[in-house]
């Protein structure tokens, strides 16, 4: 349990990221006692998430400090960024000092690629989770996945328990479950299509078919930044 005065966590943002990734472990984070959440993105520009919603960053990339928390989104914005040796360099430098390396949904393999999850276990979109072992990582699918000083989450709305997750990490399970009653976090799904594992055969052929492209996109840009690697 932290005893720190002010803890900070830095959460990435760029073009085409999923904002639920971002805002539904935003929101937990915002509510942990003496916690300063900042959105960090490579320039000060509004930045417009998948579909639409535009976000406005707090600080520049080339102006942030450490963080004690590291938190990287995903989204299919995130094919565009494996070659961005900047922005991979600048998450090597956190993780090396950050108390945790997080990440939520495809967020993982921005993780991976900066190198940061070699030899840990991980998860991510199911849709991706094979991916993961492309950065030499141990694909892990379960909702909420901790090794060592790296947590990651599954899928967007895996986020908002994978916050909670570090909350009773950092602050405790009851200020965590004070946060979770506070934002009312009781999901009741109208459907147990939530899973790959429950969903009905055709609905996970559909949503497979739907992001097939961007899919093979992200694969062969993982496969090309690494290669340029070696």
Known sequence: MTTHSSLSVGMLLF???????????????????????????????????????????????????????????????????????????????????????????????????????????????????????LFGATPVAERVVRDRNRITGAGVTAGIDFALVLAAELFGDAEAQRIQLAIEYDPHPPFDSGSSRNAPTDVRDAVLRAGESSLA??????????????
């Not at 996109?217 to 070696?230: K, M, Q």
């Open 15 to 133: 073009e085409n990221a999923t904002q639920l990734d971002l805002t539904g472990a935003y929101e937990v984070f915002a509510r942990m006692p003496g916690t300063r959440v900042s959105l960090l993105s490579s320039t000060p520009a509004p930045v417009r998430t998948e579909w639409g919603l535009t976000i406005t960053p707090d600080v520049p990339l080339s102006a942030a400090p450490a963080f004690d928390v590291i938190c990287v989104p995903g989204g299919w914005g995130v094919n565009a960024l494996f070659a961005d040796d900047a922005l991979l360099d600048f998450l090597r430098a956190q993780g090396e000092s950050a108390r945790y390396v997080t990440s939520v949904c495809s967020g993982a393999l921005l993780l991976g690629a900066a190198g940061l999850l070699r030899g840990y276990r991980a998860t991510t979109h199911w849709m991706s989770l094979d991916l993961l072992q």
């Open 217 to 230: 996109r992200r694969r062969d840009a993982i496969e090309e930044a690494l290669r340029r690697r070696t």
